[in-house]
């Protein structure tokens, strides 16, 4: 039964088995992505709660900032985490990814930084989504098959592409790895960026703050006063985007 359809998103539910299909028909900002969340919301809250919810985002082509994926986590997964926790009814929730992938990225993003530790599943196709959907939720999960690697060579010069292959139901581990690299990885980038602002000396005295000398001890070690230690360590406080000296400690690998 349709209980909600515009240009933009339609809610399908399934009142005998408890499941929302909810399919973002044209949803491409930021307006548009929050309208329709708090439209699920009241639809929701309506129903009394909604246990298991399948999201078609195929159609999805908005990449969900840092801040607007806290507020989902805040405003839709924490009540509804809540409130079926109340009930004791276990959720499920699978989505049928975007065919843009930073869009689908950012989604994974949410749950990766969720206050509820829930990790939905993700499916390339809808049948098999609909599929798993059904199954009851202590259906037994097979044993993970190794996936098939492959380097390939005739591709774009000095582009290098690995395909892997794997199965169904291994994508949903797999997507959260692949973007806790592309995580790292960027912020092993932002790092970078940073300690190649210091100078030369504040380089030198960053190695010492790491090792654990005080600002006195750095002060007589390089025959310097006491206050220019306190300005030079003001510096690379602000050029490392550092808060506190504990964190200083991630760039000991550049020294």
């Not at 932002?190 to 703050?209: A, D, P």
């Amino acid at each position: 039964m349709i209980i909600y359809d515009t240009p933009k998103f339609q809610i399908d539910y399934l009142e005998k088995e408890g499941i929302s299909f909810n399919s973002f028909v044209n949803c491409n900002n930021a307006n548009d992505f929050i309208g329709i969340i708090k439209d699920y919301r009241v639809h929701f809250d309506n129903v009394g709660g909604i246990s298991k919810a399948l999201w078609d985002n195929t159609n999805l082509t908005f990449t969900i900032p840092p801040d607007l994926q806290k507020w989902v986590d805040n405003f839709l997964n924490m009540p509804d985490w809540q409130k079926l926790n109340q009930l004791y009814v276990p959720p499920k929730l699978g989505f049928v990814i975007s065919t843009d992938t930073a869009s689908h990225l950012s989604v994974v993003d949410v749950f990766e930084n969720s206050q509820t530790g829930f990790r939905p599943h993700f499916f390339v196709n809808k049948e098999e989504a609909v599929e798993w959907m059904f199954k009851p939720n202590n259906t037994p999960k097979s044993l993970p098959e190794p996936p098939e690697i492959k380097i390939l060579h005739d591709v774009i010069p000095h582009k290098t592409r690995i395909e892997l292959t794997i199965d169904s139901e291994d994508l949903s581990e797999y997507l959260f790895m692949l973007n806790k690299l592309l995580r790292s990885r960027k912020l092993t980038q932002k790092h970078t960026e940073n300690y190649l602002k210091l100078t030369k000396r504040e380089r030198e005295i960053l190695g010492l703050i790491i090792h654990g000398m005080t600002d006195k001890l750095i002060a007589t070690h390089l025959c310097l006063s006491y206050e220019t230690i306190r300005t030079h360590r003001k510096n690379i406080m602000t050029k490392l985007e550092c808060k506190k000296a504990s964190q200083l400690s991630i760039y000991a690998y550049f020294l």
